[in-house]
């Protein structure tokens, strides 16, 4: 038997319970895991033969605290090339209006800028509290990762977005390339 345990914000605790449980006994049946969840302290513990099983429950339960609905979260297990990251602003930030200017620029007017992130991309993308979470792809969340860092390096979206749209032909190419 494998077992995690890992701690998560409260005010995420509730999302990953869901409704009467439905959305913890969910994440239980998809990944084959067990799941003990201690509402008090944030901790969850997860617990299966497998242990990939209880890599991909701790993904989901990962994403799902830093901000992503679990129906986005559960994207993870919809393809083994799917990916998890956690950009940490923290280390980014001096004072808390910075961060909120750096969150700003990654969110955009109205969530213009992160929208526009993930449709160039295919990468979903989370910012929650002080960090970014990305699913997607291998090359989807490298290249949406270098976008979010460039933003917070504070290069105009105007290049970001010329740089997004530029890997985006690269791989249309390299797509029909491997194609033709």
Known sequence: ???QEIKITRDRVAVIIGKGGKTKRL???KTGTSLEIDSDEGIVSIKAEDPVAVLKATDI???V???FSPERAF???EDEDMVFEIIDLNSSCNSPKQMERIRGRIIGKAGKSREQIENMTGAEISVYGKTVALIGGIE???TA???IEMLIEGIP???VFSYLDRKKKEAKTNILDYYY
């Open 157 to 159: 979206h105007e290049s």
């Open 65 to 67: 605290s830093r901000g």
């Open 61 to 63: 339960i990962h994403a």
């Open 145 to 147: 990762r270098t976008a």
């Open 1 to 3: 038997m494998t077992s």
């Open 27 to 29: 994440i239980e049946k």
């Open 75 to 77: 994207a993870l297990l």
């Open 140 to 142: 989807q969340t490298k």
